[in-house]
């Protein structure tokens, strides 16, 4: 069983940064991990993914070019670089891990199995 808890969440202008982290309570080396985000009234939408091993990552469109997704396997910890930040992407941002060794770059929610419980972002225009 692995524990996700996000951080770095806040309020910031629009086109200011902000970092997000997560940290794993456990080894996550073997893990796909991913960012997923929540805006009021929407549904949960994918954010950005990296691979357990290679460092291959994806983003969606709507973050390309701002948002850089990282992680420390020695630290257990990912984390969500965010730049030029737009008030749309005000939203609880959530980490995820799928269950270890996939194959493929993991992008559904459905398809991670550990969730942290999310931490909010706040852009203003």
């Known amino acids: 069983q692995v524990q996700l808890v996000e951080s770095g969440g806040g309020y910031v202008q629009a086109g200011g940064s902000l970092r997000l982290s997560c940290a794993a309570s456990?080894?996550?080396?073997?893990?796909?991990m991913g960012w997923f985000r929540q805006a009021p009234g929407k549904e949960r939408e994918f954010v950005a993914a990296?691979?357990?091993?290679?460092?291959?990552?994806y983003y969606a469109d709507s973050v390309k070019g701002r948002f850089t997704i990282s992680r420390d396997n020695a630290k257990n910890t990912m984390v969500l670089q965010m730049s030029s930040l737009k008030p749309e992407d005000t939203a609880i941002y959530y980490c995820?891990?799928?269950?270890?060794?996939?194959?493929?770059?993991?992008?559904?929610?459905?398809?991670?199995?550990?969730w942290g419980r999310g931490t909010q972002v706040t852009v203003s225009s």
């Open positions: 990296i691979a357990w091993r290679g460092g291959s990552t």
């Open positions: 456990g080894p996550t080396y073997s893990m796909g």
């Open positions: 995820a891990a799928d269950r270890g060794y996939n194959p493929t770059l993991v992008l559904s929610a459905s398809d991670y199995h550990y």
